[in-house]
């Protein structure tokens, strides 16, 4: 429900931005999750190495059609590894305006498969199934004037230079500061981009690098990106929060804590708060079923029966039966695939982006469900 509030929040805006706009922006897209049916085969266009740890792979369709997405979306990658198919979820770094290309900037997680095969391996004329895009970590179109405060963290830049490059191209009335947390200088990714982004666009895009180790001359703020270094960086902006200001963050979880923390004392209201968490959902061998269960699906009035054997999931299985169950990302992270448990038990990947209010009314994400009894699900 409460992403359905928010999706139709968000094609409103965009309908009375189109109206109201001169202009109408042909790029800027709703955020509704792209239904089911959205996987596609996409070819590495070409990779740029952004650090020791990082790459960037732009992708196109080999038959030249367009990929939508908006700003802050991310994609699901589904990589063929080691005799495994594994998804994982990577948010867009390049602009929603360009129409043709979507680039997808990895950084290496330690001890990580995917991230190190991709960082190490991936090559120019590659191709990846891509599933998306999904999710709703992206601003409401505007025509007004406001501010957009980014809080970044690492590889959390990728949403948030998407959400920079995109408005800055479409929306002259937005302006945007970011605060980008990082260890180290050479572990910052896009600091040429950014530049060049700060000198092109001047006052509507200000940058402040928080360096946690700076190297001998480092003039600028020095530290973690914490609660204390968040407000001091926002007292610097000297600009007054108000209710045209919207903040959206996407690091570490321990900095988003602080963010959040920090903005709440500051009495920014929760609704003008958006994150992004790339913390991957894991199934838990400890809490994995080992037996196949009866799984009953209650779909557009319609009551259809299929067993799921582990270890594949409610939604796999269900699309292995011909069932079209709604889903985009796959990965825990969008809320499209979301069904009422009406009977029985699941394991669930953790972390994943239901609420808790979503849990109590029942809900869970089929995609990421196994089932631990018999169970009956009712599809919204
Ligand atoms: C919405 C979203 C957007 C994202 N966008 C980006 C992006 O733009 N750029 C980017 O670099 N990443 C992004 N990520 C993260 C990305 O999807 C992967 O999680 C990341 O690349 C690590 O995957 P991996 O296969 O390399 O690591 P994995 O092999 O999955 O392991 C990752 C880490 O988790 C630990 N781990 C493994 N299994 C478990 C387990 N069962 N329980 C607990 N911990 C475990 C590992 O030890 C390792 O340290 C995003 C994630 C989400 C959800
Ligand atoms: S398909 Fe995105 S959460 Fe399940």
């Known amino acids: 429900m409460l992403s359905s509030l928010r999706a139709l929040k968000r094609d409103l805006a965009a309908i009375a931005t189109t109206l109201g706009a001169s202009r109408p922006s042909p790029v800027v897209q709703t955020t509704r999750p792209v239904p089911a049916r959205a996987h596609r085969r996409l070819r590495v266009a070409s ?27 991310f994609f699901t990658l589904v990589v063929p590894l080691e005799g495994e198919v594994i998804k994982r979820a990577y948010s867009a770094s390049s602009s929603a305006a360009d129409g043709q290309r979507v680039a997808v900037t990895i950084k290496r997680t330690p001890d990580g498969r995917v991230s190190k095969y991709l960082v190490e391996k991936a090559r120019a004329g590659d191709s990846f199934e891509v599933l998306g895009p999904s999710g709703s970590f992206t601003p409401v179109p505007a025509t007004h004037e406001r501010l957009l405060v980014l809080v970044g963290g690492g590889s959390g830049i990728t949403p948030l230079l998407s959400i920079t490059r995109t408005l800055l191209a479409t929306e002259p009335a937005t302006r945007i500061a970011l605060v980008y947390g990082n260890r180290a200088r050479e572990d910052v990714i896009f600091w040429d981009a950014l530049e060049s982004l700060a000198t092109t666009h001047g006052p509507r895009f200000r940058i402040r690098h928080v360096l946690e180790q700076p190297s001998a001359g480092w003039a600028d703020p020095a530290g973690r990106l914490d609660g204390e270094a968040l407000a001091r960086e926002l007292d610097a902006l000297g600009e007054p929060d108000g209710p045209t200001t919207d903040y959206f963050l996407c690091g570490p ?23 992004e968490s790339f913390a991957a959902a894991h199934a838990s061998a400890a809490s994995a079923p080992t037996s196949p ?61 239901l609420t808790a209010d979503e849990r109590t009314q029942g809900y869970v994400l089929a995609c990421v469900a196994r089932p631990a009894s018999p169970c009956t699900f009712e599809v919204p």
């Open 47 to 73: 990779i740029v190495r952004e650090t020791a740890d990082a790459v960037t792979l732009v992708l196109e369709d080999p038959a030249g059609a367009p990929i939508r997405f908006s700003p802050g979306q």
């Open 253 to 275: 979880e321990p900095m988003m804590r602080a963010a959040r923390a920090c903005l709440e004392g500051r009495g920014v209201a929760a609704a003008r708060v958006h994150q």
């Open 293 to 353: 269960q009866l799984v009953t699906v209650l779909i557009r009035g319609d009551q259809k029966q299929f067993v799921v054997a582990p270890p594949r999931t409610v939604l796999e299985t269900a699309l292995d039966a011909g069932i079209d169950m709604p889903f985009s990302c796959t990965v825990g992270g969008c809320g499209t695939c979301r069904v009422r448990l009406v009977e029985g038990h699941v394991a669930m990947e953790e972390p994943n982006c």
